[in-house]
């Protein structure tokens, strides 16, 4: 039974700012882990620079400070899943190891980006790592994950489903209609809520009765589990278990992240005067609950690496970012006879 303190705290961005006990991770995996989440960070942040200066022509939607949930989730994940995400995916597909020229490729509208250059930040695609897609369309992918809960359940494979949704995407009834097959038919599935308490510029206070939105799984029977989407040990061990289980009872789960994003909604400015609730002082919190550097503080604090190290890490992955930068710009755009090829099914 989790207290309301805790619950309390989960939303309240003055608290959870401290370290963490890495007791349960090895010391190779800590390292890892901080590589990761500072590769998907400062991939964000680039992203964002790039939008800014012009270079990129499309709408960027950037997950800066919510890089600890598909990290957390996608450690215990492998190519035989099936992992579907939203209009801000680019961490998602990252974290399961696709590759970022060709997150860059698409991003810039080339040929030889994720999507054949034909979708842009918000159409990304790889099976190889098991990311099977994301579309602009708030909870368009929902009903998917849940499809491909059928294909598994039918298989009998111990594959599982994932559907990465926002606190907003809750709020389309493709997510209840989903939750509720998912339940009936007992399917593999785990409905991950990135709850970062915003849809757009609106707060989830001015348009929920709660802030919760798990309590839309106790209403279809299905088990959930409310943790810190700031807290990356949290995130792994929480949904070690979950998607342990969910591989061998094939049911589905729900867990509600908390989490806040850095950027606005869209593109590359913070946006604290836009919308609702978002202004310099929580932001400023919620900066103060950065899953890095909660990380890296203790990593320092328990002597498993120092700052020198920790900062020629981050040094040599802005290196290859702007490395592999300059080589997606070199990259060909699509041909303009190729543009209505995959439109129209032809037969052979
Ligand atoms: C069906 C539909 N309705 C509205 C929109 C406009 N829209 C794009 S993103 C977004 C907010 C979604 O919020 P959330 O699901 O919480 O995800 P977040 O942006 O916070 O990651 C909205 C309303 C849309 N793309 N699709
Ligand atoms: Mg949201």
Known sequence: MVSNRYLDDLINPEKNQNTF?????????????????????EVEFKIAEERKNGEIGGPVHLAAGQEAIPVGISY????????????????????????????????????????????????LIDKSVGFMGSVPIVAGTISLAVGAGFAISQKNTNSVSIAYIGDGGVEE????????LASINNLPVIFVVENNLFSSHMDI??????????????????????IDGNNIIEVINASKDIIKETRENKKPWLIEAFTYRWFGHVDWREDIDVGTNRCRKSLNNWKLRCPIKRLKESLIEENIMDQSILDNIRTEIIDEINNTWEIALQEPFPEKNDLLKNIYFEKK
């Open 205 to 226: 206070k001015k348009r929920q009765p709660s802030s919760f939105t798990s309590r839309f799984a106790k209403a279809n029977l299905i088990n959930h589990k409310i």
């Open 21 to 41: 006990n890495l007791n349960s991770i090895s010391k190779k995996d800590c390292e890892d882990l901080y590589r990761k989440l500072t590769f998907i960070r």
């Open 173 to 180: 009834g493709v997510f209840h209609e989903s939750l509720n």
């Open 76 to 123: 215990h994940l492998n190519k035989n899943d099936y992992i579907f995400g939203a209009h801000r995916s680019h961490a998602h597909i990252l974290a399961l190891g696709s590759s970022l020229k060709g997150l860059f490729a698409e991003i810039l509208g080339r040929s030889t980006g994720l999507s054949k250059g034909y979708g842009g930040s918000m159409h």
